[in-house]
């Protein structure tokens, strides 16, 4: 049991706030308190860089790729003086947050977009990736693990349709291994595995919202009329005994 | 919240708005749920009681009474929980866990021109009912308001717990007073359904009608309204479903998420790192950039 869409999509403390003003970053439980915001100038890990930590990953710039390799996806309101679109959203909205494991790094990406409101559709895209690194001892390969939660809600208002509203979400999983090398580092190999992820959940939602809606209309009631129901004959016979019973003009009121 | 206990006020706040809440068809297994949180059992009964009152009038629970259905509704509302029926001439007490008539006692109906109108105008609608819904339910009410006489039909179609995982209801409510040669008739008509299978959607879906029907006699009347409610009820059918058509092909693509970037090929990751390289320090393990350098390369 769901409540209605915009209140449906408040299970973290990002999806309940408007819209950040450009160059804010969006607060949520992912982000620890005191920690500058990936969006503004620099980028730090949550503990400063022990010029002796070696690891196949520099933190500081997984942290920085993963949140640049984001903002191309994503044209960040603060991108005002920007006059390309960005790929995939128009004037969405996004956050980064890395942090290290034992044995690798995890992280969760946040993209919000907003429909602009200006037409008679009204809608919300909320995603959230969480992604696990785990690090083989080789450093060759690492074992990625992605959970993403899509929560969209739409509402249009039409004059033949009268008003709909849609909302719901979908959760899916995958596990992938890939190499990691100079040409195919963590931030390119998350980036794939996000946007092949993205692109699977936005066709199903696609299909349900939509196919689906269609079909359970159709499955309530019929435009044509059902033919051969038992029923008809009996009813139509009850119609005319009733009408032949009186036969009285209705008075008009005084 | 805090972690201190909620006053008993409270709870049967909370208790009683997520119980409202509760999809068609779904009533009964919310109950149980919060009961397994709750374990008050008078608290949850009494709220259960409150609640499933609401849930039946809400989405116009269809029974079946000496072989007739009864849709409740607020209209045969009748005080203390309890509805009553025309054709029966009972009034009732529903009680929505047990699936259960409780309390039946009998219910003076008058017996005048507009009692009779509401019979004819029932046998046409049956009609109706019977040609486009598979499983639909219909009930003629009548309602005195300030010496005018309304007649109030309702339809009902639900399919609740399917094999293909979803509870959907499809409502309308037509009503008209009883006029002499020209009466306005308003229609709503009120769609709603709960798909759970690999995705949680809700849908809702609701329209407003307002349309005019002239009065010859009471045949003709009865006839009339049941071709008018045939055909609004296709026309919005029709359009909900073109509408859903359109959006398919419009609404995810332009206004949210395209399903290919702009430059129709998936990103280039290759490209956003050769980039990167140019800004980075690795040694330092951190990145000091500015917003005009990014704002060079974004795709």
Redesign the interface.
Known sequence: ?????PRACSSTAQERLPPPRPGECRPCSFRRRGEPSPLS?????HTL?D?S?ESSV????VE??AG??R???V?GS??A??S??????EG?VSSVYLWDLDHGFAGVILIK?A??GS?K?K???DSIHVVEVQEKSSGRTAHYKLTSTVM?W?Q?N?S???????????TRQMEKDETVSD?S?H??NI??LV?DM??KI??????????????????????D??PD?P??LQ??R??SQ??TQ?Q??????N | MSRSTLSRKEKEKVIRR?LI???PG?FV??FD?LCLLIRDEKLMHHQGECAGHQHCQKYSVPLSIDGNAVLLSHHNVVGDYRFFDYQSKLSFKFDLLQNQLKDIQSHGIIRN?TE??R??VL??L??YV?????K?NCNVLRKTVKSKEFLIACIE???YETA?Y?N???KSKWIFQ???FLTQVTGR?F?Q?H?FR???????????LKESLE?V???Q?ALSFARLVEEQ?????????????E??NE??RR?????????RT??D??R??SD?NLV?Y?K????????SV??N???
């Open positions: 049991m769901v409540t209605w869409p100038v620099c980028y730090t890990s860089p010029p930590f520099k933190p500081g710039e920085s790729a640049i390799g903002r191309a996806r044209r603060s991108d003086d920007s390309q679109d960005s790929s995939y959203f969405g977009k429909g602009d037409k559709i809608g919300c895209w969209l739409l249009t039409k033949g349709s009268g008003t709909m509203n849609l909302g719901g979400s979908l040409c580092p931030i390119a980036g794939r946007e993205e692109n936005r066709s199903t939602l696609n299909e349900i919202y939509f196919g689906k809606t269609k079909d359970i209309v159709n499955g309530l009631r019929s435009v009329v059902i129901n029923k008809f009813l139509q009850e119609l009733v009408l009186r009285i003009h209705i008075q008009p009121d | 997520l809440q509760a999809p779904e297994n919310a749920d021109e009779y109108l019979t004819v046998c046409a049956k009609l019977n040609d486009h819904y598979p639909g179609d639900h399919s293909d979803w959907g209801l499809w009883v006029n002499p008509i769609v359904a798909y690999c995705v949680n959607l809700h849908v809702e879906i609701s329209k407003d009065v006699n009471q045949a009347l009820e296709n026309k919005f059918q029709t359009s909900l479903l073109e509408e859903l058509q959006l398919s609404a995810l206004i949210l998420r395209r399903d290919l970037p702009v430059t998936h990103i990751w290759q956003i790192l990167l980075m690795p330092l393990g951190y990145v000091i950039y500015s917003r990014l704002c390369w974004i795709i």
